[in-house]
């Protein structure tokens, strides 16, 4: 019996409403106007392309391409990379920022997803520092920097924490609650330019992560990702798990998400040697029915 005044969760079991196709799950089998004619093909309302993917396919094209079929975006991935090394680096990754907020407005994108950046060179090895203070202070220094061109794009920015694991080069924000306390930092009024992007890969194993959910309510709640963790995980970057066929509880964080109102897309967003070497046809398949029965 449900309890009174707990909210009903979204029926994902029937069609493929609220299901996004995070377009790197397809990035070794297709290019992306491939991958916008599988999804339209397959009923998938929504994808979430990549910034090289766009580039290779041409910003105009897609936008035109993505219209035609009827889809609509779930995000754009990705801005970020804040840190660097010295001012020029500093500069280069603001106005790179700036480039990826007019790319998701020409697209119609509900927001830029961005990974923040860590260690600037770790990621080639050789990170120029080892200070992780002063590279999260140039996180939130360029996220400041870059909101008020967002708002004059009215494009919303999602901080998406990574797991701790990938700390050191790609993400130096590795909590929900981290990624709050800039959001309150930098817009207190809650106005709709700042939130989060919630990729259950990422945040899965956090004790503080039904409290912070609700702290971030529907105002903060931008994004929602969704994959598995698979153990053992064999890989840092590109071993996750298709829904169901690892450890998290997903229905329990929809369940915690939706409780305080997000009505978006659940995007599915796979890094996966495995899932790569399948056709495409096989995984999308597969998404939609993990999505009808374990999402």
Not at 44 to 73: F, M, S
Not at 175 to 199: F, K, N, S
Request: aromatic content about 6%.
């Amino acid at each position: 019996m449900r309890l009174p005044g707990r909210p009903v969760m979204r029926d994902f079991s029937r069609g493929t409403a609220h299901l996004s196709v995070n377009t790197a799950t397809l990035r070794k089998q297709l290019t992306l106007p491939g991958i916008v004619e599988a999804c339209a093909a397959r009923g998938i309302p929504a994808i979430c392309p990549w910034r090289d993917q766009v580039a290779a396919a041409g910003l105009d094209a897609t936008a035109r391409q993505i219209k035609d079929a009827g889809l609509v975006l779930s995000g754009y991935c990705r801005g970020g990379f804040f840190t660097a090394a010295d001012a020029a680096g500093l500069k280069a990754a603001l106005e790179d920022n700036r480039r990826a907020i007019d790319e998701a407005a020409t697209l119609g994108a509900p927001c830029l997803v961005l990974v923040v950046g860590a260690l600037p060179g770790a990621l080639q090895g050789t990170p120029a520092y080892t200070d992780m203070r002063l590279a999260r202070s140039q996180v939130v220094d360029g996220i400041a920097a870059s909101l008020d061109y967002a708002k004059a794009a009215k494009m919303p920015l999602a901080i998406e924490p990574l797991h701790p694991m990938q700390a050191a080069d790609r993400a130096c924000v590795n909590t929900l609650e981290q990624a709050l306390d800039i959001c309150d930092a930098l817009d207190p009024e809650r106005t709709g330019a700042l939130g989060v992007a919630l990729d259950t890969y990422h945040v899965w194993w956090d004790p503080k992560l039904e409290a912070q959910i609700a702290r971030a309510g529907k105002q903060r709640l931008t994004a929602y990702h969704i994959c598995d963790w698979l153990n053992p995980t064999r890989d840092l970057l590109n071993d996750r798990g298709m829904m169901g066929d690892g450890v998290i509880e997903l229905k329990k964080i929809r369940g915690w998400v939706e409780a305080v109102g997000y009505t978006g897309f659940a995007e599915v967003e796979i890094f996966s040697d495995r899932w790569w070497s399948l056709s495409a046809g096989e995984v999308l398949d597969t998404c939609i029915a993990r999505y009808q029965t374990v999402a």
